[in-house]
T-cell receptor
Framework: TQLLEQSPQFLSIQEGENLTVYCNSS?????LQWYRQEPGEGPVLLVTVVTGGEVKKLKRLTFQFGDARKDSSLHITAAQTGDTGLYLCAGLNTGGFKTIFGAGTRLFVKA | DAGVIQSPRHEVTEMGQEVTLRCKPISGHNSLFWYRQTMMRGLELLIY????????DSGMPEDRFSAKMPNASFSTLKIQPSEPRDSAVYFC???????????FGSGTRLTVV
């Protein structure tokens, strides 16, 4: 069974601080996605990474896919209160159709 | 595009009643997924359709759960009879194909009392 472990589970920081959240597995994934979910809404896709070692930037967010395509990280620079939410990583299995979600990192950014 | 549309947004029902959740995927998306989210278990895949055909229903908890996709623009998830442990938020998501990123609906919060 493929599992994705996210850490930390919960993070509370002050506005302006930097942070990194991690997504780890012992399995190889075809691709990995990051989503952000706000209360009362469904997850919203932020990025998809496909190539081992790939780095993608989305404004203050930097996403990296591990060389072996087993892990990923999300780094947020100068966090803002609007970054508050549940961050989910999701890996597409090598069979190509089943996406496994991690349990998420709940981020709270204080003003 | 209005995105993935789910109804109802909230459902409160008594144990033993039938519950039907509805989903309209994004037009042109060939893959549709039903997920269940709880604090304890996170997001769990229940069933996946490709071109209206169920491909993987291994996540459906038991025979009380059934899902249909009669056409490309509509899917239902039915629970009969419902039980308190079915209380969760149920999400429908669609994508262009199975390997693409998903667009989620806003979910249906189900409470079975």
């Amino acid at each position: 069974t493929q599992l994705l472990e996210q850490s930390p589970q919960f993070l509370s920081i002050q506005e302006g601080e930097n942070l990194t959240v991690y997504c780890n597995s012992s399995s190889v994934f075809s691709s990995l996605q990051w989503y952000r979910q706000e209360p009362g809404e469904g997850p919203v896709l932020l990025v998809t990474v496909v190539t081992g070692g790939e780095v993608k930037k989305l404004k203050r967010l930097t996403f990296q896919f591990g060389d072996a395509r087993k892990d990923s990280s999300l780094h947020i620079t100068a966090a803002q209160t609007g970054d508050t939410g549940l961050y989910l990583c999701a890996g597409l299995n090598t069979g190509g159709f089943k996406t496994i979600f991690g349990a998420g990192t709940r981020l709270f950014v204080k003003a | 595009d209005a995105g993935v549309i789910q109804s109802p947004r909230h459902e409160v029902t008594e144990m033993g009643q039938e519950v039907t959740l509805r989903c309209k995927p994004i037009s042109g998306h060939n893959s549709l997924f039903w997920y269940r989210q709880t604090m304890m278990r996170g997001l769990e895949l229940l069933i996946y359709f490709n071109n209206n055909v169920p491909i993987d229903d291994s996540g459906m908890p038991e025979d009380r759960f059934s899902a249909k996709m009669p056409n490309a623009s509509f899917s239902t998830l039915k629970i009969q009879p419902s039980e308190p442990r079915d209380s969760a938020v149920y999400f429908c998501a669609s994508s262009l194909s199975a390997g693409d990123g998903y667009t989620f609906g806003s979910g249906t919060r189900l409470t079975v009392v």
